[in-house]
Structures are given as C-alpha cells and as structure tokens.
C-alpha cells in the first residue's frame, strides 16, 4: 500500500527568507509525486508533479521540489516567499507499478504561515 | 468552463437525509474522481469514472454512498440517510486522458462541504 507523510504540521517562515515543507512516501513500485496547494474554502491546485528525469522539478509561483529516490522524499521549496504563500499544502503519490494506480493517496496536510 | 466546478458549495443536512452533489468536470476531460476530505486530513479516494463507467468504487464507505456519471460528463455523488460522520468537505477531480495510461495530472474542483446535524 501506498503512503505519504507531512512530518509538520505547520511551517513559519519570516517573508523573503526560503522555505521548504517536506514530503516522504512509501510505493511499492515507481512513484509519481504530486504538490498541491489549498486556501481556505477553495479547492486543491496543482503546482508541480515529478514522473521521471531530473530530480528538481519546477512549478507554478516560483515553487519547486526535489525528489531523492534513496531518501524516498520529495520536499518543496520556494527560494523566497511570500505572505501570499500561506496556505494549506498537500504532498501527494501515485504508485504506477500497481493496480488502482490511478489514485491519489495524500498527505494530511502541512499549513504554511508567512510572516511580514 | 475552465476550471472543475461543483455545487452546492455547502449543503447542511439533517441525519437521515438523502443529499445529491453535483461535479461537473473539464471539458473532454476522460476521467473523473471523487475525494472524501475530513477535517484537518487529507483528501482520500472514494471512486473512479473513465467516461461514463465506474471502474472503481473501492472507497466508498458504505452501500449509502453512490455515484453515476450517466453521459460521461456530469457527475452526481449521492448520500443516503446521512449520518453526522458523513460530514466532510466533498472534492472532485477530473483528467484529461485514461489514468491508469498516463502520468495525468487530476485537477480538483472547489468542494462541496457537507454538514450533518
């Protein structure tokens, strides 16, 4: 079965400083990793997915995440945020090697807060 | 539309209810998802459309959970006799092409939150 784990629950990071929320995963085969962003009372957004090839992935709004096969971790980062980052942010895997490979299996969750 | 849309938004409902959700996904998109998402939790999987066939109903938790999508575009998530632990946000997602083929990205719609009294 597959798995993902948000070690924190909320991150803070001070405006303009780099943050990373992390991600690890368990797939029994190859994974496909996915980041999602949610604000309040909206849907989830999609922001970057890694399949295969470089292990640094790049997304929307200047996000990126880097997928370390050894580690089985597929972390986020942003260079240097925003107030308008804070939101709920979800790591999500699909295990392609297995039936019902078409389903997502998420995270719970990590709540960034961006301080001014 | 651009995006998945879904309605209600919110919907209160009193235990033993029956309520209908409403997704309406993509357009030509393929496929179509259902996501339960309780509070502070993540998303999880509740049932599968590839057009208008239902390939997968192995999240649904109970036999008063039933979906269709009838025309393979609309899709309809119904609850019958609610009970308070059917409260959660309802999410649905749709691609573009058959998702057991393809590194498909699932683009979700706003939610339907469901309260039960």
């Known amino acids: 079965a597959q798995s993902v784990a948000q070690p924190e629950d909320q991150v803070n990071v001070a405006e303009g400083n780099p943050l990373t929320v992390k991600c690890t995963y368990s797939?029994?085969?190859?994974?496909?990793l996915f980041w999602y962003v949610q604000y309040p009372n909206r849907g989830l957004q999609f922001l970057l997915k890694?399949?295969?090839?470089?292990?640094l992935v790049k997304g929307s709004y200047g996000f990126e995440a880097e997928f370390n096969k050894s580690q089985t971790s597929f972390h986020l980062k942003k260079p240097s945020a925003l107030v308008s980052d804070s939101a709920l942010y979800f790591c999500?895997?699909?295990?392609?090697?297995?039936?019902?490979?078409?389903?997502?299996?998420f995270g719970k969750g990590t709540k960034l807060s961006v301080i001014p | 539309g651009a995006g998945v849309s879904q309605s209600p938004r919110y919907k209160v409902a009193k235990r033993g209810q029956d309520v209908a959700l409403r997704c309406d996904p993509i357009s030509g998109h393929v496929s179509l998802f259902w996501y339960q998402q309780a509070l502070g939790q993540g998303p999880e999987f509740l049932t599968y459309?590839?057009?208008?066939?239902?390939?997968?109903k192995s999240g649904l938790p109970s036999d008063r959970f039933f979906a269709e999508r009838p025309e393979g575009s609309v899709s309809t998530l119904k609850i019958q006799r609610t009970q308070q632990e059917d409260s959660a946000v309802y999410l649905c997602?749709?691609?573009?092409?058959?998702?057991?083929?393809?590194?498909?990205?699932?683009?979700f719609g706003p939610g339907t939150r469901l309260t039960v009294l």
């Open positions: 997602a749709s691609s573009l092409a058959l998702a057991g083929a393809t590194t498909d990205t699932q683009y």
């Open positions: 459309f590839q057009n208008e066939a239902q390939l997968d």
């Open positions: 797939v029994s085969g190859n994974p496909y």
């Open positions: 890694y399949i295969t090839g470089d292990n």
């Open positions: 999500a895997v699909r295990d392609m090697s297995g039936a019902g490979s078409y389903q997502l299996t």
